[in-house]
């Protein structure tokens, strides 16, 4: 799988989001790919997809739930 290192403020602000959440990092990171799915156009995503052998795991076929105290910070109606 792939893994990118952070950029030092990158990591920071993640840092203080998650405390806001009562999350760990590596969980308001997910929580942060979850919320992006209200916002972005999942057929032209599956459109242009350059590996359709993953569809069945992936997370813009199956959103998943936000945590009710990550919605407290983030902007999502509920």
Request: with cysteine; charged share 30%; net charge neutral.
């Amino acid at each position: 799988m792939y893994r990118q290192d952070l950029s030092d403020e990158t990591v920071i602000t993640i840092r203080r989001i998650s405390w806001a959440m009562g999350l760990s990092m590596r969980k308001a990171i997910d929580v942060f790919l979850n919320a992006a799915l209200f916002f972005i156009n999942k057929e032209k995503v599956c459109e242009l997809c350059e590996d359709c052998t993953k569809c069945a795991s992936c997370g813009i076929k199956h959103e998943k739930e936000i945590p009710e105290k990550a919605l407290d910070v983030l902007y999502l109606s509920r």
